[in-house]
């Protein structure tokens, strides 16, 4: 089927003529998102009776348009209250809450809404016109290519680790060895488990967010409570304030464009998730920048390039889905049962048999990342005034939320105490100024880092030289070593001129 103008129009009919199935995904994603431990995945197996019974189109329209609105509503809590929704906004939390404490929160909620729309509409639109090349990126892509791809992302403990080298660093370290909890990947040996069964699989990632952020920001802000001398920010939401907000996605539209594509490749590789590409991105940005130095301030584009990477993760997570029936994530996964459940088979066949569910599934979902525009953008004045909301009314409603939540994923109690006690570790970690996030990305990493690594030597049969083995491989390590190098020696520079 040839993509000529009348049937790009034909699909755009027919996915508008599915708004009822699309509003109410986008409604549902929006709760589910600002929620942490409630997932996209979860929130569909729930539903499966009801996707199953419905036209194949409609369930396809409802779920991509939860998946959509759950990557966008992610910054929400990160922004506003430090706690990210999911692992892919956790690179949010850096800048966003940042400028909620500068009393910036309305303009860092209109960044997230339009660099998510903008980044999800753009690898949308893209997908459909560079489909058949894209799904070949998730074969080129390999374990060896992998191993320096997770490596980008981890040299972000080093970017935090900047203003205190030591602290930065024995926080990334402390994360790495958090996440070697469990079975290891080769004998299946049990790691530092201490006899728990729900640990052998390793961390869960949801308690462990949880706790980190969502408990120990609780803690600190019972603190901050009682601390009468600490100045507090008020702010009264005003659409002034939201139309700032777009004044600072047009002057920086060229970081949300990049981004955008940088989550889209990283999506199109099966088991990258929104949080690697979130973090990449986050750190890509800050090498670009011609003032690094005040990332982590409440920089816009610090917000801007997680955010818009975050949502070009959900058009590249269907490309293997639908050109390759290799699902590219657990969302993913679920919309194959689904398409299995109705009697269509997604792989290369797929689109010469039936390319309206094809190309139609990326249709969806830019129709409605187009339906969220009206629908988000007046939300940042009034979902801003949560940060008014009173402490002692909004801590017990954050922890009871957060807690059902470390429940919800697995549905072990054990979960619920995990994550008070990474609530502890976390809120050890903000007083003695060690970087939780660095702690998180040692935890989220770590694991998916040492699968590819022990994969790729064994397949080079203990070689540490299989790492050098591929061109595509050689060109991303050249590319990490200058993204290490060049923030050392612009620093250096700047510091010479100052002395100067």
Not at 115 to 140: D, H, M, R
Not at 203 to 230: H, N, Q, R, W
Not at 456 to 485: C, E, H, K, T, Y
């Amino acid at each position: 089927m040839e993509l000529d103008l009348g049937t790009i129009a034909d699909l755009f009919g027919r996915s508008f003529g599915l708004w009822w199935a699309i509003i109410p995904g986008i409604a549902l994603g929006l709760v589910v998102g600002v929620l942490p431990g409630f997932s996209p995945q979860n929130t569909l197996i729930i539903l499966l009776p009801v996707t199953l019974a419905v036209e194949v189109e409609a369930a396809l329209a409802f779920m991509i348009s939860l998946y959509c609105a759950n990557h966008l509503s992610g910054g929400i809590p990160a922004i506003l209250v430090n706690i990210p929704g999911s692992g892919g906004a956790a690179a949010t939390c850096i800048d966003g809450y940042q400028m909620t404490k500068k009393g910036q929160a309305q303009q860092a909620l209109v960044l997230s809404f339009v660099a998510s729309v903008a980044g999800g509409l753009i690898t949308s639109v893209a997908v459909l016109a560079i489909l058949p090349y894209l799904a070949q990126v998730g074969l080129l892509l390999r374990s060896v290519e992998m191993v320096v791809i997770i490596l980008f992302g981890l040299t972000l403990i080093a970017v935090l680790a900047a203003k205190d080298m030591l602290k930065g660093l024995i926080g990334g370290m402390f994360g790495l060895m958090l996440g070697a909890i469990g079975t290891d990947q080769v004998y299946s040996t049990p790691r530092a488990t201490f006899g728990f069964l729900e640990l052998y699989d390793g961390l869960p990632l949801v308690p462990v967010l949880i706790g980190l952020f969502a408990v120990s920001e609780c803690l600190v802000m019972l603190e901050e409570k009682f601390d009468s001398t600490k100045p507090t920010v008020t702010q009264r939401p005003q659409w002034a304030d939201t139309l700032d907000g777009l004044k600072m996605c047009v002057k920086y539209w060229w970081q949300i464009v990049w981004t955008a594509f940088l989550g889209l490749v990283v999506g199109v590789i099966p088991g990258a998730g929104a949080y690697i590409a979130s973090f990449v991105a986050y750190q890509q940005s800050r090498l670009f920048s011609k003032t690094p130095e005040l990332y982590g301030t409440g920089f816009p584009p610090g917000v801007i390039a997680p955010e818009s990477a975050n949502n070009g993760v959900t058009s590249g997570t269907l490309v293997p889905t639908m050109a390759i029936g290799v699902p590219g994530g657990s969302t993913a996964a679920v919309m194959m049962i689904v398409l299995q459940y109705q009697g269509i088979v997604v792989g290369p066949r797929l689109f010469q048999e039936q390319p309206q569910i094809a190309y139609g599934v990326f249709v969806m979902m830019t129709v409605a990342y187009l339906m969220m525009i009206p629908l988000i953008l007046p939300m940042a004045r009034y979902a801003s005034k949560v940060v008014s909301v009173p402490v002692h009314i909004i801590v017990p409603l954050i922890l009871g939320l957060t807690v059902v939540g470390a429940f919800a994923d697995r549905e072990y109690i054990f979960d619920m105490a995990l994550a008070l006690g990474f609530g502890v570790i976390g809120y050890i970690a903000v007083k003695t100024n060690y970087h939780v996030t660095s702690i998180l990305i040692g935890v989220l990493l770590g694991p998916i880092f040492e699968r590819y690594l022990l994969r790729s030597l064994r397949i080079g049969q203990g070689d540490i030289m299989v790492l050098f083995s591929s061109p595509i491989a050689n060109a991303l390590w050249v590319l990490l070593v200058i993204s290490v190098v060049v923030p050392i020696w612009r620093e250096r520079v700047l510091a010479r001129r100052a002395a100067a």
